[in-house]
């Protein structure tokens, strides 16, 4: 028999309980939602890393936003707890307990947790800028009855080097960055448009703008590391006459020796791995100045663009559609970058 004494007790931990829970929920700071907000925008405007705190905003407003993760306007908005801890690297790696690991949520959930393997890389700050994104799908190739993008491809291997630069301690900066694409392994890449910059702005539709954006971040982030070592690679996918395959071209800035040795320290390790994986077939890949390409030109640290093959010839795609594929190129690439920086620590 529960007695009236009980039913007081019972009613005072309920209360108790209550004034608990709506403290923690006022713990959250409540913002709201401008005209053309977006997560990113909203968060970035509030001082928040938005890939590290885009899944705990998702969470905590998940009953106030829409399609697509939009947001509306006027609409009051719980604000995650900055985490001291975060840094802004690419999806702002954070240690976890282990101090050999990181969480970078930017790579997806089965790619997020990245273990140090060794330091070879520490002190190396790379900005790394996969092409288009946004509004600009770039060169499109067909592909059985699917439609390929330059975009999505150039990104999966973009942010795969970005993890295999991490594992080596490099800080990384991921330039064009998308919420919740994350690395895939599908063999066809969804093609949409809600890639944004590393300063969370949505991408603009004018193509001097777009790459005026992206490299201004590149040069506002270059400055709060004067003195460190810096490189920038901006990752493509070319688009030429269907039957005509290709082989990967890198260009550098001619008035840039350090963006040059880049270029050749990687283009020596590709010949080598055609060599051993493809004994039977000519290397054919280059590397060349091409300063009249904006992001050579204007960024500054040396810089190397690479065009991964040509999107619409069949021996080229296998190149892109398979996960596998996209893995050895980033592979690759960070095995150049490795052997780059090891000859610049030699001198």
């Known amino acids: 028999m529960i007695t009236f004494k009980d039913l007081r007790t019972y009613l005072l931990l309920l209360l108790l309980w209550l004034g608990i829970a709506d403290l923690h929920a006022q713990n959250y700071p409540k913002v709201i939602a401008k005209t053309g907000d977006g997560v990113y925008v909203l968060l970035r405007r509030h001082g928040l890393d938005p890939t590290a705190h885009f899944k705990a905003f998702v969470d905590l407003n998940k009953k106030n936003i829409g399609e697509g993760n939009s947001l509306y306007a006027g609409r009051a908005y719980l604000l995650p707890l900055a985490n001291p ?204 100045p091409r300063s009249s390409l904006y992001v050579v030109k204007y960024s500054h640290p040396p810089t190397v663009f690479v065009e991964l093959g040509n999107i619409r010839s069949e021996k080229d795609q296998r190149r892109f559609v398979t996960p596998n594929n996209r893995q050895a190129l980033a592979n690759w690439i960070c095995d150049g970058i490795l052997a780059d920086y090891a000859s610049h620590k030699d001198k």
């Open 85 to 288: 801890a975060a840094s802004d690297a690419p999806g702002a790696a954070k240690k976890t307990t282990s101090a050999s690991v990181l969480e970078v949520p930017l790579f997806g959930k089965d790619y997020e947790r990245v273990k140090i393997i060794d330091r070879k890389l520490q002190g190396a700050v790379y900005y790394l800028m996969a092409g288009h994104s946004g509004p600009d799908p770039g060169a499109v190739g067909k592909y059985g009855p699917y439609m390929l993008s330059e975009d999505e491809y150039a990104y999966d291997v973009t942010i795969r080097l970005a993890r295999r630069l991490m594992e080596h301690s490099a800080t990384v900066y991921m330039i064009i960055q998308d919420p919740d694409d994350g690395i895939r392994d599908q063999t066809i890449l969804k093609m949409d448009r809600d890639e944004v910059s590393y300063s969370g702005k949505p991408i603009p539709y004018d193509h001097k703008l777009r790459l005026r954006q992206r490299v201004n971040e590149v040069n506002t982030l270059y400055k709060k590391h004067t003195g460190a070592y810096q490189r920038m690679l901006s990752v493509h996918v070319d688009s030429r006459s269907k039957g005509q395959n290709i082989d990967v071209f890198f260009y550098h800035h001619e008035n840039s020796p350090s963006g040059l040795a880049l270029a050749e320290s990687i283009h020596k390790v590709f010949t080598s791995k055609y060599q051993r994986y493809q004994p039977n077939r000519d290397y054919f890949g280059s590397v060349s």
